[in-house]
């Protein structure tokens, strides 16, 4: 994606190509018009088109060039806080919605899949979230506790469960999540573009919105070649965001993460590690993730960026603690590597914003957005299509110091080894 290996990585080369698009040129006129083609705007559009809405979704540079191109493919069905949190955070009644509508949205994901026939390697065989020692055990199995009075199916796995699941002994034990899985991300991307296209909706690539007036009680977005007036806008560019709407680029602490994709692993090793295929990340604060693809490439990700001195660094340490995790791969090449930006808000909890008349948006998934991205982009479309009245509450927040955390985590990478 636009000549650069850092951006999109295995991702890039491995995806089924886009569907056909082109930059906006000249004037249309729209029911509404989208802001960004990750999973929410696609899955906005994919909804509204399906209504028979006229839909026109705009995006800067190529379908899935945010967060969605570029994530560890894990669709999550938790939340990084613990439900217990969240319905403090938001309240009993908005706080279990948000629960249960999130905790259903693997499922909707999946299901999505299915309807369109998308071409991007689901596997639904469940996460597991990996316990690092004695306070990593009881983080999940608090968890699991809250989860379970909810009626999720998750479980602590014991340690020795988790080392013949993982083929690793380095966890004192994990929650296994069955409603999850994992997604090639960019792939899935790409078919939902083709499934939003296939159901009525245009989509134009390079095509940067740079400016938006109203008139008349029509929204005007301008690109570089062209405009559309719609009567309502969905503004989906979350932590990719900048003009006209930039506060949801604002109000998120932007953090680099990074994966590394070995080259295919040996059938031996692909029969030991993973066999189940889960996806994977552990309970420490500066995180790891692992997962296969479908080839048998074993995808490991942390937080930081691959620019500067962060690549050499983080690389290092990838290799370092892939070893240390599996002592058995033995001597690792890393067949592609790439990065992008999670953007985090205060609470880790997503927001909905009316930014203007008829104007909404929800960003902020915290670094896991494809099940929100899909679940929250049908919210939307609803919400447009006058089908719910329902608004989440939205504070605005301060935008905070990012450069400290790219730096914070090459620090910990170089230094700590394998915290
Ligand atoms: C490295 C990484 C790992 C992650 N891992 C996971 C994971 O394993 N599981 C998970 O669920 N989530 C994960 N996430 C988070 C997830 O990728 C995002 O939450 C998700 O992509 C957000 O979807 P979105 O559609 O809202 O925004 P994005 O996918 O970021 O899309 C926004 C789009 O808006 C476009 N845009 C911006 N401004 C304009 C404009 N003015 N005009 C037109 N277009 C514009 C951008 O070019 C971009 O394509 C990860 C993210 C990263 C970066």
Redesign the pocket.
């Known amino acids: 994606m636009q000549n650069d290996p850092l951006s999109h990585g295995l991702w890039e080369t491995s995806a089924p190509p886009p569907p056909p698009t082109s930059p906006l040129t000249g004037r249309v006129k729209a029911d509404v018009a989208i ?7 696609l899955s906005a559009a994919l909804r509204l088109a399906e209504a028979g809405a006229k839909v026109v979704a ?4 190529e379908i ?5 191109g ?7 069905a938790g939340m990084w806080v613990m439900p217990r949190e969240v319905v403090k955070a938001l309240g009993p009644d908005y706080g279990e919605r948000t629960l249960s509508l999130l905790g259903g949205a693997p499922a909707e994901v999946f299901e999505t899949i299915d309807k369109c026939a998308i071409d991007c390697d689901p596997v639904r065989n469940g996460t597991l979230h990996c316990a690092v020692g004695a306070s990593g055990l009881e983080e999940i199995e608090e968890r699991a506790r809250q989860l379970g009075e909810r009626g999720a199916p998750v479980r602590v796995l014991s340690a020795a469960e988790t080392a013949t699941r993982i083929g690793s002994k380095a966890y004192a034990g994990a929650l296994i999540d069955m409603r999850a899985g994992t997604i090639q ?1 960019l792939a899935y991307a790409r078919g939902l573009a083709r499934a939003a296209i296939a159901a009525g909706a245009a989509i134009h690539t390079l ?4 400016a938006a007036e109203r008139t008349g009680g029509l929204w005007t977005l301008h690109t570089g070649n062209g405009a559309v007036a719609a009567d309502w806008i969905v503004v ?8 006209p709407w930039p506060q949801t680029r604002r109000e998120q602490i932007r953090l680099p ?3 590394f994709a070995t080259q295919p692993l040996g059938a031996d090793l692909q029969a030991a590690i993973l066999p189940g295929r889960e996806g994977c990340w552990d309970t420490r604060k500066i995180l790891s ?1 692992f997962r296969f693809d479908r080839a048998g490439r074993m995808v490991f ?1 942390s937080f930081g960026a691959l620019r500067g001195t962060g690549l050499p660094i983080h690389r290092a340490w990838a290799k370092r603690a892939l070893n240390k995790i599996f002592p058995r791969i033995g001597r690792i090449e890393f067949e592609a590597q790439w ?4 953007g985090m808000t205060d609470n880790a909890l997503p927001r909905f914003h009316r930014l203007a008349e008829n104007v909404v948006t929800v ?1 902020g ?1 915290n ?5 929100p ?1 899909t679940v929250f982009g049908r919210v939307l479309a609803d919400y447009v299509l006058g089908r719910t009245a329902d608004e989440p509450d939205a504070p605005a927040l301060p935008s905070l110091r990012e450069a400290y955390y790219e730096a914070g985590a090459q620090i910990a990478h170089a230094v700590g080894a394998w915290l």
Do not use: H, K, Q, W
């Open positions: 802001v960004g083609c990750g999973y929410t705007g705009l995006e800067a540079v899935g060039f945010g967060g969605a570029r994530n560890v493919g894990l669709v999550n991300p095509s940067p919105v740079g989906a560019t979350d932590a990719y965001g900048g003009a993460y990074f994966n993730s990700g990065y992008g930006m999670i960003c998934y670094g896991r957005g494809i099940r991205g």
